[in-house]
Each structure stands twice: as C-alpha cells, then as structure tokens.
C-alpha cells in the first residue's frame, strides 16, 4: 500500500520561499500524478496543483505566479515551492497520490506538515 | 467556494443524513464529483468517488449521487464514528482546475 510522508520547515518567514518534499513508498509513480493540497488551520481544502510523473504540471489559477511542482521518480519524490509567501500561506500541507483517469481525485494521502508564515 | 455545502449537518444514531454540493455547468453539470471525510487533526480521505463509486472499506450505508449541477452524500444508519468534516470536489472546465466545497461538519447527537 502506498505511503506519503511530507517533509519540511515548518516555519518561513514572510517573502520567503517554502520548500517541502513528498516522500512516497511502497508503490511506483508510474501511472498516477501527483498533487498538493493545503488546509489552512480551521478552514477548508484548497488544491494547489499536479505533476504527473512524465512532469506535466497544472496549478490552481490564483497560486500560479508563485507555485513549482516538480518530481524525481528517481527519488520517488515529489516537490513543492511557493515563493513570496505571506501569511496567508500558512497552512497545513498535503500531498496526495491523484488518479487523474478518469477523473482527478485523491485516493491516498499523506499525513500533512503545518507550515507557518512568520513576520 | 464556487462548490457550496452547507457549513453543518447533524442527526442521531440511526439517523438518514444527506449533504448536499452545489455548483455549476462547468463544474458539477459536467464532470464528476468525489468526496472527502476528515477528522479532527488527520488528513482527508477518500470517500466517495465518480459519483458513486465507494474506495474499498467504505461501508455501503454510505451513499453518493449527482443531478444536474448538484450531488450529494447520504449516510444511512447514522453512527457516531460519521462526525466528521465533509467535503465534496469537482474538476472545472473553465478554471481548469479542482474544486472543493467549503466542507459541511457533520455532527451526531
């Protein structure tokens, strides 16, 4: 069974880049994509983007200009960056093994990292 | 959320409760929709998805469907093991993007 494991600070500070790492195990990257989800504490899921594991990308339209996936199949490792972060970045932070056919959605994820934007 | 839930739910044991997600042509009205149970302090999980399609260990008390530009989850034979956070997702044509629903806290009296 697959396992995601998300790594990373847990504290950035504000116009700063944040960096984590999604750690899969226990599967192939072949023939999924896979996705980050964030949760800013107390409220609800918002979709950050994809990355298959040929490296095609898609990014939710508001976090563009400020959001790289990448992976290493290799590593079995997916990547995050988002720059210029404020505090409305702050958030836990998931990744998700995506199906993607025939549809998009999420059947394992991992356990989250919060990560906290400081002044 | 472009995907509107109610923000809370509630019955008693035993109960039938249904959440409800409503959207639009370019979401809902054309692509599938998936839902997610979360619990306090842990990670989503799959619950419901294509619609109707229960993952594997999802008990068949628990129930999805979809009519136009809205879907809905039902579960029957309400437990208290079912509070929980629920939250319904989509895929939009024109944002070109997935969806969530603001989430519906479901509470067991």
């Known amino acids: 069974q697959v396992q995601l494991q998300e790594s990373g600070p847990g504290l950035v500070k504000a116009s700063e880049t944040l960096s984590l790492v999604c750690s899969v195990s226990?599967?192939?990257?072949?023939?999924?994509?896979w996705g980050w989800v964030r949760q800013p504490p107390g409220k609800g899921l918002e979709w950050i983007g994809y990355?298959?594991?040929?490296?095609?990308?898609n990014y939710n339209f508001s976090l563009r200009s400020r959001v790289t996936i990448s992976v290493d199949t290799s590593k079995n490792q997916v990547s995050l960056k988002v720059n210029s972060v404020t505090a409305a970045d702050t958030a836990f932070y998931y990744c998700?093994?995506?199906?993607?056919?025939?549809?998009?959605?999420?059947?394992?994820w991992g356990q989250g990292t919060l990560v906290t934007v400081s002044s | 959320s472009v995907l509107t839930q109610p923000p809370s739910a509630s019955g008693t044991p035993g109960q039938r409760v249904t959440i409800s997600c409503s959207g639009s042509?370019?979401?809902?009205?054309?692509?599938?929709v998936d839902w997610y149970q979360q619990f306090p302090g842990s990670a989503p999980k799959l619950l419901m998805h294509?619609?109707?399609q229960r993952p594997s260990g999802v008990p068949d008390r628990v129930s999805g469907s979809k009519s136009g530009t809205s879907a809905s989850l039902a579960i029957s034979g309400l437990q208290s093991e079912d509070e929980a956070d629920y939250y319904c997702?989509?895929?939009?044509?024109?944002?070109?993007?997935?969806?969530f629903g603001g989430g519906t806290r479901l509470t067991v009296l």
């Open positions: 294509g619609n109707t």
């Open positions: 042509s370019s979401n809902i009205g054309g692509n599938t």
């Open positions: 998700a093994r995506d199906v993607a056919v025939p549809s998009h959605y999420f059947d394992s």
């Open positions: 990355i298959s594991h040929t490296g095609r990308t």
């Open positions: 997702a989509a895929w939009d044509d024109s944002l070109n993007g997935l969806l």
């Open positions: 226990g599967g192939s990257m072949n023939n999924y994509y």
